[in-house]
């Protein structure tokens, strides 16, 4: 297994657990199941454990592996200097199960309509281009900018009109872009995190291939995910582009005045998104955009940036809800922590936060408190004329 | 047993209960160099009614209860030895009340140091409380329960002299209160002027009951902290540079710490002196008495005080302190241990140099620390060997440097501190016979059907 | 001392002591009191091994050498004769602390080394503020480590046997990096090359520079970027500064070519006052504490808005006393950076 030689180096001291005050458990999946096995400490040692022949591939071990969102807050809290390899035990961990063949019926699921539709809902894949039906965008040719919109944008309800609103706002701000529309392939960032190296490999290489035949330089991505995937794992692949979280294309228009607003007179909570700022350690873009629209007065969770707690997505887990449901599931525990900080909008800048979250606002029954609008969404309602 | 865990879920939700390999592995282990044992489940209660059920659960079925905070110890307290049900205590996490006034607070038994930190800096910035070096993780209850030490022990004693009242549910099930609140609605002693209950469960280790709520002292947090390092080239100096320090009651805590790795500290002893002020007035008088204090030892060139850089004083001063925890992977290896006596500060030199010889003769890397307890009263000196968890031969290694040392520091009239089973085994046989049988005396009557956390103070 | 050791013997001409016609080394003395006929008497009997007061006394603030414009290293004189007699400047614990923490270890990290490079000695943190225009000339083309470091800190604890013994091995080092000049980040690194080795009889193959001059040169360059400071400065100078003397004259200059304006105060220039930290160390806390009243409180006194700092020691030192009056800390290299408009990595009001 690869980083097989740190697992015996952790101390199961549990900093990892925690936020930067230790005010709160920050590990999504610790704060659910509430036993040390769920902790990052827990998996560290379990999974040296199997590797050893003390423990079997049960349910329960596949449960502890496939629970964690991958949000990275161990990373960040982890008083070692292995820290920064964390996540990538836990997914070369779960590699190793996939090559042993027994990993839990969800995620056996999802990578099977991977692999037989192109996306993880079981769609076809003519009609992953159809959320832009009607709107001002065209197929991508030579524009400045790819558009990729990732496999939630494309097909989830919630995910489209997300999608939709960052089409019309980038058409407005006179932004020069392209989408692939039915082209389009699935990014494979969750693919990769539930452990399927070949899958993703596949994809990667078909998607580097297309964007060099198309001749593709830069590409805003409405997912962190996909931007991750992009950004770290392409590279080495040898697909080098220039790629943008749309958050950061937003600011920068903002900041050269492409893009000006004239009102949301709300009160707006930014959720950090754990792809873009853990993962990628962009969190003022997002909120340079709020700042700028006037009347939009913005507050802070008082766990937010490096100590934001996940939504519970991550992982895969957007997808296969091994760690969701009930009282103390991440989505729901995320609309507690809004609703206390005040907040009438929960800001998010992922489509996967974006579900996540209105699931949890349903959990929570606080429909008439707090609502989850993504940034996109309150740009596009701010803007100008 | 399969009629055991449907009773353990029916108490605390079968989410909260587990019998599977997984957890039975985790639990059954701690970080240290105890030989594991599992459990035959693991609980997680969420209230004192839940604690009292399962305790009484376990008493009608004669099963073992382990209770259990972050399982920090290194000494492997946790492992239920005989195994039954570990009781993870973490659930039960509520700060339930801080008397600003009569500075103190009522935590629950499974509350984290690092949690109660972040809850006094948010809403009392004006007290605190005596933190160990152990991880953000663990809990006051276990702190105390163990008689840990912390950020004030040199002005106030052992972080347990801080209790101020306690709830237990005994091993029959029924829920004590111990001190004042016995009586009235407030906490503020855990003893006097009533007989002092609290000596029945705090240094049990989890053998007399579960401790379900901990009043604790709270103390005047002055607005400024700083730290001096004062080192000298051999241990001999090391009592008397104590005993001047501690004379002039102006320091928070006093730390000794001598390490071969980074050369930085290589063939030094360093007297990491914290103070705290809320002026500047008041921080520098301090720093000029401590200074001053020392004076003839700087004269004689005999030591002086070193400059701390940033980056040192930042994680010097950080509180819990982090950088305790990363001794585990000085070899790449996720784990160390100590033997951790509470020994008079004079014997120091022979601490120091006994260390060092069991370093070479059993080829480890080692830190010595020690900390300060009351007025130089004693010190805490902790033979610490860090060790590769995946290197046997080392571990075994470290566990004969540890026997050794336990056996050094009884020789010089030590007491183990959180000791292992064999420590404790040890201790009774030492001890006066009179106290052995008091204490097997307090054991029969608390828990006659010998269920709490069997194994350890086990009086033969 | 090794046997390399010993080949390095002090060239310092008694004749020139004693037709000295001022006595400056001791006489400006701040830390003991001598007047002229004094100072002769006792360096003349430093020279020939006597005892001496001097040799008790002296506080290591390395002025003498600066003081002494006949260029006879006072200084280093009574390091060695201190050295020879075993008079310890400092407790044997700090000076064994400052002895491992220099001790070559694997540890040295060396970027792509041109015919010029630029020596951080071994302290990393210059990475952090070294950078920008006015470097990318040179970066990456840096090194640190102990097995570049100088060495010459041990003068403050009489041991230059343990220079005697490093120093060459760390010109070898730096020589196989095959650079023709190097510019280095620190007075006693610069001074280790332009002062001590040639005292000692040592050949240095390569050419220091100062990093001021290279500042001053680099700004000179860049003058279309300099957006002039407008605020007024106190400088602190190092003691280590006071082993190369030339090298003060480009504060004036860069100050101005930048213009920040540099604060009149009493204890500058040749009357420059220590940070205290390695009196701290060696003495205590009365004589450590009078000098940094004295110099922050002159600072404050002198109305500038900004301390500028030339050697990281002194900034760590003072920082946060000056800071807590309303005093800016800041390294000449980041308040040139902030005269180009470059962030120096901190909110620039």
């Known amino acids: 297994m690869r980083h097989e030689e740190i697992l015996h180096r952790c101390f199961r001291c549990g900093w990892c657990k925690f936020t930067s005050d230790y005010s709160e458990f920050n590990c999504p999946s610790y704060r659910k199941f509430r036993f040390d096995t769920f902790a990052p400490g827990g998996r560290m040692w379990l999974i040296r454990a199997w590797l050893n022949g003390d423990i079997p591939n049960s349910a329960r071990y596949q449960e502890i592996l496939y629970s964690c969102a991958t949000c990275g807050s161990c990373v960040e809290h982890c008083a070692f200097s292995f820290r920064d390899d964390l996540v990538e035990i836990f997914i070369s961990a779960r590699e190793e199960m996939v090559n042993d063949g027994r990993i839990p019926p969800p995620v056996r699921d999802f990578l099977k309509s991977i692999n037989v539709h192109g996306n993880p809902f079981k769609a076809p894949e003519g009609e992953r281009g159809a959320w832009a039906e009607g709107m001002p965008v065209e197929p991508y040719s030579d524009q400045d900018y790819l558009l990729y919109i990732g496999c939630v944008g494309s097909y989830d309800e919630r995910g489209k009109k997300i999608a939709k609103a960052l089409a019309r706002l980038l058409s407005r701000a006179g932004v020069s872009f392209g989408i692939l529309g039915d082209r389009e392939l699935c990014d494979g960032n969750e693919v990769r995190a539930l452990g399927e190296t070949g899958l993703f490999r596949f994809l990667a290489e078909s998607n580097i291939r297309m964007f060099r035949e198309l001749g593709v330089r830069k590409i805003v991505t409405l997912d962190p995910h996909a931007y991750n995937a992009f950004r770290r794992e392409y590279p080495g692949m040898g697909g080098d582009f220039e790629v943008l979280h749309y958050t950061q294309l937003l600011s920068m228009l903002v900041s050269q005045g492409s893009l000006s607003f004239s009102g949301f007179r709300e009160r707006v909570v930014f959720h950090d998104p754990c792809y873009l700022g853990r993962h990628s350690g962009e969190y003022e873009a997002p909120r340079e955009i709020l700042d700028s629209i006037p009347g939009l007065e913005r507050i802070e969770m008082r766990q937010s940036r490096e100590n934001a707690f996940c939504c519970g997505g991550g992982g895969g887990n957007f997808f296969t809800d091994i760690l969701g449901g009930g009282e103390e599931s991440p989505n729901r525990i995320r609309i507690r922590q809004a609703v206390a900080a005040g907040a009438q909008v929960l800001a998010v800048a992922c489509c996967q936060c974006a579900k996540m979250l209105e699931d949890g606002i349903k959990g929570e029954n606080l429909e008439d408190r707090i609502r989850v609008l993504d940034i996109a969404e309150i740009a596009l309602t701010a803007l100008k004329g | 047993m399969e009629d055991i865990k449907r009773r353990l879920c029916d108490i605390v939700g079968e989410r909260f209960v587990s019998d599977r390999a997984e957890e039975l592995f985790f639990y059954g282990r701690d970080p240290g160099l105890m030989p594991p044992h599992s459990p035959d489940f693991v609980a997680l209660p969420g209230t004192v009614e839940e604690v009292r059920e399962i305790v009484k659960l376990a008493f009608r079925e004669g099963v073992p209860v382990v209770p259990m905070g972050a399982g920090m110890t290194l000494t492997g307290l946790c492992i239920p030895r005989k195994g039954g049900i570990v009781l993870d205590m973490k659930r039960m996490n509520r700060i339930l009340e801080v008397n600003d006034r009569a500075r103190y607070t009522i935590v629950e038994g499974g509350t984290p140091t690092g949690a109660l930190k972040a809850y006094l800096d948010a809403h009392h910035p004006r007290l605190r409380f005596s933190i160990p070096d152990s991880p953000a993780a663990t809990t006051i209850a276990a702190n105390v329960m163990i008689h840990g030490q912390g950020r004030l022990t040199q002005q106030y004693g052992f972080n347990s002299d801080m209790v101020t009242g306690l709830e237990v549910v005994l091993p029959t099930g029924d829920v004590a209160r111990i001190g004042s609140c016995s009586l009235s609605p407030d906490w503020f002693s855990k003893g006097a002027p009533l007989p002092d209950l609290s000596g029945l469960f705090l240094g049990w280790l989890g053998t007399t009951g579960v401790i379900t709520k901990v009043g604790l002292k709270l103390y005047p947090r002055k607005k400024m902290r700083e730290v001096e390092i004062f080192i000298t080239d051999s241990p001999d100096f090391i009592p008397d540079i104590i005993y001047e320090i501690t004379h002039t009651e102006m320091t928070e805590d006093i730390n000794i710490f001598a390490q071969p790795l980074p050369l930085i500290f290589k063939d030094n002893h360093h007297v990491v002196v914290y103070f705290t002020g809320d002026t500047d007035e008041e921080l520098e008088f301090k720093k000029k008495s401590v200074f001053h204090a020392l004076d003839r030892f700087i004269k004689n060139k005999d030591g002086g005080f070193m400059t701390v850089g940033p980056g040192m004083k930042q994680s010097l001063l950080d509180m819990p302190q982090r950088s305790a925890s990363t001794f585990a992977d000085v070899t790449k290896g996720g784990g160390f241990e100590y033997s951790g006596p509470i020994i008079l500060v004079e014997k120091y030199p022979q601490c120091s140099r006994k260390l060092d010889e069991l370093a070479e003769k059993y080829d480890l890397k080692y830190h010595a620390t020690a900390r300060i307890i009351g007025r130089g009263h004693a010190m805490m000196f902790a033979f610490s060997f860090t060790f590769n968890r995946a290197d046997e031969d080392m571990m075994d290694r470290v566990r004969a440097a540890l026997r050794e040392a336990s056996e050094f520091a009884l020789s010089a009239g030590g007491v183990f501190w959180k000791p292992t089973v064999d420590e404790q085994r040890r201790l009774l046989q030492a001890m006066d016979p009179v106290t052995r049988r008091l204490m097997q005396m307090i054991k029969r009557n608390l828990d006659p059907s010998g269920i709490m956390n069997p194994g350890n103070w086990e009086v033969p | ?349």
């Open chain 3, 1 to 349: 001392m090794s046997e390399a050791g010993s080949m390095f013997t002090l060239q310092f001409d008694e004749a020139i002591c004693a037709s000295c016609p001022s006595g400056a080394c001791l006489v400006k003395c701040q830390y003991l009191e001598a007047d002229r006929e004094q100072a002769k008497r006792e360096m003349l009997k430093i020279f020939r091994g006597e005892d001496s007061r001097v040799l008790q006394e002296c506080v290591t603030c390395y002025a003498c050498e600066e003081y002494c414009k006949r260029g006879n290293h006072p200084f280093y004189l009574i390091t060695q004769r201190r050295e020879e007699k075993g008079i310890l400047t400092a407790p044997r614990a700090i000076t064994r602390q400052w002895i491992n923490i220099g001790e070559p270890r694997g540890k040295y990290e060396v970027g792509e080394i041109k015919e010029r490079a630029l020596s951080f000695g071994f302290m990393p943190q210059f990475k952090d503020i070294v950078k920008g225009k006015l470097f990318e000339d040179v970066m990456p083309g840096y090194f640190f480590g102990q097995e570049y470091f100088c060495n010459v800190v041990y003068i403050h604890f009489a041991n230059t046997a343990v220079i005697k013994e490093r120093l060459p091995r760390v010109i070898r080092n730096i020589q196989e990096l095959g650079v023709k000049e190097v510019v280095f980040m620190h007075d006693e690194c610069y001074a280790a090359f332009s002062s001590l080795a040639p005292a000692f009889g040592m050949e240095v193959p390569f050419k220091p520079i100062h990093y001021f001059e290279y500042l001053y040169q680099r700004l000179e360059g860049l003058r279309g970027d300099i957006r002039p400071l407008h605020i007024r400065v106190a400088y602190q100078r190092p003691c280590s500064n006071r082993l190369c003397p030339r090298t003060h004259r480009w504060v004036p200059k860069i100050l101005d070519l930048i213009g920040a304006e540099l604060v009149t105060r009493t204890y500058q220039d040749e009357n420059a006052l220590c940070c205290g930290s390695i009196f701290r160390a060696m003495y205590g806390y009365d004589l450590a504490a009078d000098v940094q009243a004295r110099n922050i409180e002159d600072i404050v006194k002198s109305g500038a808005e900004y301390c500028v700092f030339n050697c990281h020691g002194c900034q760590n030192a003072l920082s946060d006393r000056l800071a807590r009056k309303g005093v800016r800390p800041i390294h000449m290299v980041e308040l040139c950076r902030m005269a180009i408009g470059e962030n120096p990595g901190f909110e620039v009001p």
